[in-house]
């Protein structure tokens, strides 16, 4: 009896970064890795390195519309990962799209500001951004800076984290995951908000070293890995910090660039994941 089989899909709806470290190219990366196929649409074109970022050209949003509708008309993806949206035209598109798609989870890392302090999405977005985007994902993973321009307070500690964390939910979020890796601490903590109010701590040892590029990107994509290899929402959290811990570990003194470098995304990657369908 022939079987057929399908490969755990995920789609990364993201920038570009043409040294290779963040945006799609570590979403696509980290994705092989997993042992997940990866699709893409690309949002927007940073001109950027290792150490910042030059320039951010738009890319139309119909542009971004005709990419989403015929990737997603062909394979369907089991979760879909979304980082940087540069303008409130191409947020509404791929809003407009993916509700047609709300059995699908989504990932959605909201790339406001770059390792480097760039920032990459314009103010007038981030309201629209709330209203329209935040009520269609099952998790956002902002980081310190990103945290606090969302919630317009200071977040420098854990019981700064706690007070954001509940104010993203109450924005509409199911699930807050907000990643401290900017805590001036021996010890990263990051903490994951849930909308019946429970939460989960998770610790990991910080790792001295500057390639940190991509890690935000890294992270998300991998969250959304392990949920399309079929994984819960905590595990996959759990999963993919841990896997963005040996990344950094498995980098950490590779010299790429001149300034922050990237992570190594394959230390330990797996052959393609094949189900039955």
């Not at 985007?133 to 800076?145: E, G, H, K, Q, S």
């Amino acid at each position: 009896m022939m079987h057929t089989y399908k490969y755990p899909v995920v789609l990364t709806v993201a920038g570009f970064d043409g040294s290779g470290g963040a945006g799609i190219q570590a979403d696509i990366n980290t994705i092989s890795a997993l042992g997940c196929y990866a699709t893409s649409v690309l949002t927007a074109l940073p001109v950027q390195n290792t150490t910042g970022v030059k320039a951010v050209h738009l890319i139309p949003a119909a542009v971004v519309k005709q990419q989403l509708e015929t990737v997603l008309e062909d394979i369907r993806p089991d979760a879909i990962k979304i980082g940087m949206i540069p303008d409130e035209a191409v947020l509404m598109v791929i809003c407009n799209v993916l509700r047609a798609y709300a059995d699908i989870p989504i990932i959605y890392d909201p790339v406001m500001v770059a390792s480097s302090g760039d920032h990459l999405m314009q103010k007038e977005t981030i309201s629209a951004m709330i209203r329209e985007l935040f009520p269609l994902i099952a998790l956002v993973t902002p980081n310190l800076d990103e945290a606090a321009v969302l919630t317009n307070t200071k977040v420098n500690s854990i019981s700064e984290m706690e007070i954001a964390g509940r104010r993203i939910t109450d924005m509409g979020c199911p699930s807050v995951l907000l990643k401290g890796g900017h805590l001036p601490s021996g010890q990263l903590t990051s903490v994951l908000f849930n909308a019946d109010q429970s939460r989960q701590l998770f610790h990991t040892e910080r790792i001295d070293t500057d390639n940190t590029h991509g890690t935000g990107c890294t992270l998300s994509a991998a969250i959304a890995a392990f949920i399309a290899r079929g994984e819960g929402l905590n595990f996959a959290v759990e999963s993919g910090i841990a896997y963005v811990h040996q990344a950094i570990l498995h980098g950490k003194d590779v010299h790429t660039g001149k300034g922050r470098g990237p992570l190594n995304h394959f230390f330990g990657p797996l052959k393609l994941i094949k189900k039955k369908v």
